[in-house]
C-alpha cells in the first residue's frame, strides 16, 4: 500500500483561498467512485492562520504504479485544474506502509 500526501499554498485572498480549496476537496472526494485503484481519500482545509499551507490530501492506492494512474486519470487532472490559477505551491511524498 502507497500512502501519496500532498499540500498545497495558495495565493489570493483568504475567501478566494478558502473558496478554491473547498471546491478542489469536493472534487478529491468524488475521486473513489471514479478511480478504481484509490481506495480512500481524506482531504483537509487548514484552519490554523498562523501556518501557511492551505490544503492537504492524503490517498491511499495499492501500488507506485497506481500513482501514476491516479494521477493521470481524467477526473484526477479534472480536480487538480481548479487549484492551477491560485497554486503558489506544492509539495508530496509517497511512501509505502
Known amino acids: ?11 489570493g485572498s483568504d ?19 471514479k478511480i478504481e485503484c484509490l481506495q480512500s481519500m ?6 490554523n492562520p498562523a501556518e501557511d499551507w492551505d490544503v492537504v490530501l492524503t490517498a491511499v492506492v495499492p501500488s507506485m504504479k497506481d500513482v501514476a494512474v491516479y494521477a493521470k486519470h481524467p477526473a484526477h ?7 492551477g490559477p491560485y ?11
Do not use: S
Not at 23 to 29: G, I, P, T, V, W
Not at 42 to 47: K, P, T
Not at 77 to 83: D, G, Q, S
Not at 87 to 97: H, L, N, T
Open 77 to 83: 487532472v479534472a480536480a487538480a485544474a481548479i487549484l
Open 15 to 33: 475567501e478566494l483561498r478558502r473558496k478554491i480549496a473547498e471546491d478542489f476537496k469536493a472534487a478529491l472526494l468524488a475521486l473513489p467512485e
Open 1 to 11: 500500500m502507497v500512502k501519496h500526501i500532498v499540500t498545497f499554498k495558495l495565493h
Open 87 to 97: 497554486k503558489e505551491a506544492r509539495a508530496c511524498v509517497d511512501y509505502e506502509f
Open 42 to 47: 481524506e482531504v483537509g482545509i487548514n484552519e
